[in-house]
């Protein structure tokens, strides 16, 4: 299972409300489609480093593999256009990434807790998997894709142990 995270900004011209509604008009829209291997989608307001500050939205498509990614733009170049054509001229800016789920099982939770993390040089991945007490699930960025850090740990519960970041989710 794969993951397509896409982090955009509110244009500070547009209203927030306006902005939440027509990104929960796209999402909604985006299950009325039959995509095969296409297994849902989040959209969260958060707070990360690697976007200037204002409204930051985090959105996750949640796909069986990076194949999906194709008939996902076939829909929102077809049948999905317009909303997501308004979404996007409200948004100042986006950044994306794909992920794989290495552990844990998926869910879509209205609020987690979120940690990334990266693994630290010389580190073998097998002995990094190891180190980690993960409750929830572990995303890994694949092809060195994306602003963020190689992993992230999605939880219901901080991870102090561990001593990192946590941005917590907030459901649009």
């Not at 949640?62 to 990614?69: A, H, P, Y």
């Not at 986006?94 to 990266?118: N, P, Q």
Request: some cysteine.
């Amino acid at each position: 299972m794969e993951a397509y995270v896409f982090w955009h900004r509110r244009d500070p011209n547009v209203p927030k409300e306006r902005y939440e509604e027509y990104l929960k008009k796209f999402h909604e829209g985006l299950r009325q489609f039959d995509i095969r291997g296409f297994l849902g989608s989040a959209s969260y307001r958060v707070d990360v480093p690697w976007m200037p500050k204002g409204d930051i939205y985090e959105d996750w498509y949640f796909i069986l593999d990076s194949g999906v990614l194709d008939r996902l733009i076939e829909v929102v170049e077809g049948g999905a256009r317009t909303i997501h054509d308004e979404v996007a001229s409200f948004s100042a800016e986006g950044k994306g990434a794909l992920f794989a789920l290495k552990s844990g099982k998926h869910e879509i939770l209205s609020r987690d807790i979120v940690t990334w993390i990266s693994k630290p040089r010389g580190v073998s991945y097998e002995k990094f998997y190891s180190s980690l007490e993960i409750r929830g699930t572990l995303w890994r960025r694949l092809l060195a894709m994306g602003p963020t850090p190689e992993f992230c740990i999605i939880d219901r519960e901080p991870l102090s142990h561990l001593g990192l970041n946590r941005f917590k989710l907030i459901e649009v």
